[in-house]
Nanobody, 124 residues
């Protein structure tokens, strides 16, 4: 069983920065593909960023390219999402997810395990 625990929730002003972390246990972390998704009230869960197990390929939603950076530290079993120049419309619960095939897909249906989510609020 894989467990994912997000941290880094917070309230920031427009244009501010925040870093989310996702600590993984229960599987060899460097074999997992990892992703970040978010869900705002009344909206569907949407893809934010993903990283393959090899760390050679990273994928971003167009809306966050150039502002968000996904990374992973295999020695710490942890994935990160550095978010810069945040916007109010990015207020949401952010989820990390793990896929056993290691692909780091943009499709939330490809993920096998999910964290509980962490709230990010961007004030205008």
């Amino acid at each position: 069983q894989v467990q994912l625990v997000e941290s880094g929730r917070g309230l920031v002003q427009t244009g501010g920065s925040l870093r989310l972390s996702c600590l993984v246990s229960g599987r060899t972390f460097n074999n997992l593909g990892m992703g970040w998704f978010r869900q705002a009230p009344g909206k569907d869960r949407e893809f934010v960023a993903a990283i393959r197990r090899s760390d050679l390929n990273r994928y971003y939603a167009d809306s966050v390219k150039g502002r968000f950076t996904i990374s992973r530290d295999n020695a710490k079993n942890t994935m990160y999402l550095q978010m810069n120049r945040l916007k109010p419309e990015e207020t949401a619960v952010y989820y990390c997810a793990a896929d056993l095939l290691g692909m780091g897909s943009i499709d939330h249906g490809e993920y096998d395990y999910w964290g509980q989510g962490t709230q990010v609020t961007v004030s205008s």
